[in-house]
């Protein structure tokens, strides 16, 4: 029978003849049990130094949209509170922790953008929480990924569930099917 305490190792010591607990110390050094020690591990890269990737508008829509200006895009995944995560387009649209925002769907796409009185906030963790409310009109669930769309010069953040994107793409390759067929 032994205990550890503070880097020492009780040995309890039961005499056969008298049957009486004699408790004899020894100190044992204390060491590291290697299968207790996680391996080292790669450092994981900071959101922070991750760059927001800016889209420039096709040749010849700028004049259609000049009112847009620069578009960044990045890709978050919604968690278990509905919140989404994106520090490098916060960052450039320039939304700090307790920025308060206000959200509007229109369709299958929801809008946020500063408002003084906004319902929705930036957390200390650069996090935007979605409510219930939107989660469920943009039928986004916990794991779901979505693609996060920010419009620097308007201070908008596009929020766009992943079937929208999907169904974007396969409407554009079908509008240039005839790569295909070369």
Not at 18 to 30: C, N, S
Request: proline share 10%.
């Amino acid at each position: 029978m032994w205990r550890r305490s503070a880097g020492r190792v009780v040995v309890g010591a039961v005499s056969t003849v008298i049957g009486v607990f004699a408790p004899v110390e020894a100190t044992v050094p204390e060491a590291p049990i290697a299968l207790l020690i996680p391996p080292d591990l790669p450092p994981v890269p900071s959101a922070r130094s991750l760059p927001a990737i800016s889209l420039a508008l096709p040749p010849g829509t700028q004049d259609i949209f000049p009112e847009l200006g620069t578009a960044c895009v990045g890709v978050a995944a919604v968690d278990t509170s509905g919140r989404v995560r994106e520090r490098a387009l916060l960052a450039q649209l320039g939304w700090r922790h307790g920025e308060a925002l206000e959200l509007r769907i229109n369709g299958r796409i929801a809008a946020l953008w500063p408002a003084p009185y906004g319902r929705v906030r930036v957390d200390a963790r650069d996090q935007v929480a979605l409510p219930r409310g939107c989660r469920t009109l943009l039928g986004l669930e916990p794991g779901d990924r979505v693609l996060l769309s920010a419009f620097i010069d308007l201070n908008v953040l596009f929020v766009h569930p992943m079937p929208l994107v999907a169904e974007w793409i396969r409407r554009h390759v079908a509008d240039h099917s005839a790569v295909f067929n070369a």
